[in-house]
């Protein structure tokens, strides 16, 4: 029987500039790149790992918004409300977002 490859979420707010890092995981795992405010609980549900990068700097659309509770700074901040939102999704939540 074969094998499913896993699926990757790289989650980042500049995700053309990780593109040659999700073509090379290609060979071996199914590869999603998303900007942050673009990923869906499809993705999350979907993810068997998700990989944040940890500076947001160019992530304008959040700089904008008035309140703090709605602007990760970082990348930690970020893998945290996506593992909340992965475990009320399914029962185990993608190895990246373990926890």
């Known amino acids: ?28 795992a199914n590869v999603r790149t998303s900007h942050p ?26 700089d904008d918004l008035p309140y703090v509770s709605m602007k990760p700074i970082d990348g930690l901040a970020l893998s945290s409300v996506l593992r909340s939102q992965a475990n009320s999704q399914k029962n185990n939540s993608p190895a990246g977002l373990g926890g």
């Open 1 to 28: 029987m074969a094998s499913r490859k896993p699926n990757i979420l790289f989650v980042d707010d500049v995700p053309e500039e990780i593109a040659g890092v999700a073509r090379a995981c290609e060979l071996g």
């Open 37 to 62: 405010q673009e990923v869906s609980e499809a993705f999350l549900i979907d993810a068997d790992l998700v990989l944040v990068d940890f500076k947001l700097e160019q992530w304008v659309e959040r």
